[in-house]
């Protein structure tokens, strides 16, 4: 019985310790390129923040379509419902003042639409699209097994984050699929940050530097 006991402590252990193993290494680390991005099927999720999500097909376009309006930052929503995305959406929202004036737009995309437009409460200011064929998330995507995500330490750090903040939030939807934040100008991608766990913020400071390289305003 003994040697039983040992061995769920050990099989626990062993378990903790692959958990808080840094991703790149568990499931993978690989940046998308422009030409990846590009070719994303989006289609505009309608509706206020107190209203069911509307998607129209027939709105259907390429991202490629939207780059070239100018330079973007866009936020690759893990789950639109959960505290940590919304926590990083509403810091995010705090750059648009600086995101104006360099001319840079701002949108978010989601890989299921459930919870968008109540997202839309922590990212006023910006655009949410249905990433219908998930591009943004690959092409390489990076599931974090629900065990993992709880076993990690780094989850309750931003938990306490998020409710030290007052984000509110819901465990209704996929939370798997880890997203990112890329910033995109000139057919090229010059910043990105890919989620690591539930929660990874990217670093707001190394969002506003990537930011603040535009000397002039950009139509």
Known sequence: ?????????????????????????????????????????LI??????????????????????????????????RRPGCMLCRREAAELHTLLPLLKEKGIGLAAVVHESRGANEFKSYFSGGDVYLDTERTFYGPNERWLPHWVGFLRFGTYSNVYKAKKAKVEG???????????????????IVYTHLEKEWGDAANIDEVRAAIETFNVKTK
Not at 15 to 39: D, E, M, Q, R
Not at 55 to 71: M, Y
Not at 171 to 186: F, P
Request: aromatic share 10%; hydrophobic share 45%.
């Open 1 to 41: 019985m003994a040697f039983l006991g040992y061995g769920a402590v050990a099989a626990l252990g062993g378990a903790f310790i692959y958990a808080n193993l840094p991703t790149y290494l568990t499931i993978g680390a690989v940046a998308p390129k422009f030409a990846h991005l590009a070719t994303a099927k």
């Open 44 to 77: 505009p999720i309608k509706g206020g923040p107190r209203e069911i999500e509307t998607i129209d097909k027939s709105e259907q376009f390429t991202a490629n379509e939207l780059f070239q309006k100018g330079p973007i930052m866009v936020m690759a929503v």
């Open 170 to 188: 819901n465990m209704e939807g996929e939370g798997r699929l880890l997203g990112g934040v890329y910033l995109i100008a000139n057919n090229d």
